[in-house]
């Protein structure tokens, strides 16, 4: 995905994005470090998430996010962002988690090296579904469970096809 070769000097960039920033992207951006961190390929990426909105900026994780992610070992660390148009150009990687954030995001994209650079989690999720990782704001914890497994199950085989770029440096 848009660059062959991953190493510690240049770490692979990748924002994690959803609506509000604080339930479905801050989950995937603490999965993903913590699968990162687990395999010893910390140095190699650099991990953040934003929203297509500005609902909640400076706002931390949804209290049930953290809840279901700490009962897992995720720490979410995030403070709601904005996404800009800006982050096309200096990240590598940008995840929408459902399709209207896709479309937003292909919406802000200058060219087409930066609409490359846009995928749905959901094309990483072995387990078919419908494409979007549900919006988990309005309903109950199971509906965070839910999110929690499709975003774990996405990002672990998004760090298998990217571990294959890691190069030590000499
Ligand atoms: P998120 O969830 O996009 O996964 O952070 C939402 C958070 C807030 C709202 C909608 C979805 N909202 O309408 O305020």
Redesign the pocket.
């Known amino acids: 995905m848009t660059r062959s070769t991953i190493t510690s000097d240049k770490p692979y960039k990748i924002c994690f994005v959803?609506?509000?920033?604080?339930?479905?992207?801050?989950t995937a951006e603490g999965v993903f470090q913590h699968l990162a961190d687990k395999n010893g390929l910390q140095p190699y990426f650099y991990i953040d998430s934003a929203?297509t909105?500005a609902?909640?900026i400076g706002e931390p994780a949804?209290r049930k996010?953290q809840m279901v992610a700490n009962k897992h070992g995720v720490q979410l660390n995030s403070r709601?962002r904005r996404f800009k148009p800006r982050d096309l150009k200096e990240f590598d990687l940008v995840v929408a988690?459902d399709e209207e954030?896709y479309q937003n995001l292909l919406g802000m994209a200058g060219n087409e090296k930066e609409k490359q650079k846009i995928r749905k989690m959901r094309a990483f999720d072995p387990v078919p579904g419908d494409g979007n990782?549900p919006?988990?704001?309005?309903g109950g914890t199971d509906g965070f469970e839910q999110?929690f497994k499709i975003v774990h199950r996405s990002c672990e085989s998004l760090l298998d096809i990217l571990k294959e770029k890691v190069r030590e440096q000499i």
Do not use: E, K, Q, T
Not at 18 to 26: A, K, Q, T, V, W
């Open positions: 959803c609506l509000g920033n604080i339930c479905r992207s801050p929203g909105s609902y909640h949804n996010s709601a988690m954030n990782v919006d988990p704001y309005y999110v």
